[in-house]
């Protein structure tokens, strides 16, 4: 089992930048794919960007793509999300999910019941 604890949010104007941070327990971090999901109020959950196990490729919704980054320190059990030119549309509780994988290049790009999350950090985005 791994617990996971983001970290990161806040208030940014557009145009600005964020990084996030997801922190996992665990020794076996490596063997877990990882992802970031978004929740704005009255939407429904969607996903961001994932990052394979093995950390050798990534994959990214369109909405953000170019502007966000998602990397990840096996060392350190941390996964990353480097957000750019942020806009008010990006204003969501950001939340990192984890897969423990047999591939280390599988991705996490669709929820499943025993995905592991994290309680989530608020990232808004002011005009």
């Known amino acids: 089992q791994v617990q996971l604890v983001e970290s990161g949010g806040g208030l940014v104007q557009a145009g600005g930048s964020l990084r996030l941070s997801c922190a996992a327990s665990g020794r076996t971090f490596s063997s877990y794919a990882m992802g970031w999901f978004r929740q704005a109020p009255g939407k429904e959950r969607e996903f961001v960007a994932t990052?394979?196990?093995?950390?050798?490729?990534?994959y990214y919704a369109d909405s953000v793509k170019g502007r966000f980054t998602i990397s990840r320190d096996n060392a350190k059990n941390t996964v990353y999300l480097q957000m750019s030119s942020l806009k008010p549309e990006d204003t969501a509780v950001y939340h990192c999910?984890?897969?423990?994988?047999?591939?280390?290049?599988?991705?996490?790009?669709?929820?499943?019941?025993?995905?592991?999350w994290g309680q989530g950090t608020q990232v808004t985005v002011s005009s």
């Open positions: 990052i394979s196990a093995s950390g050798s490729g990534t």
């Open positions: 999910a984890a897969r423990q994988v047999n591939l280390g290049s599988s991705f996490l790009l669709h929820p499943r019941p025993d995905d592991y």
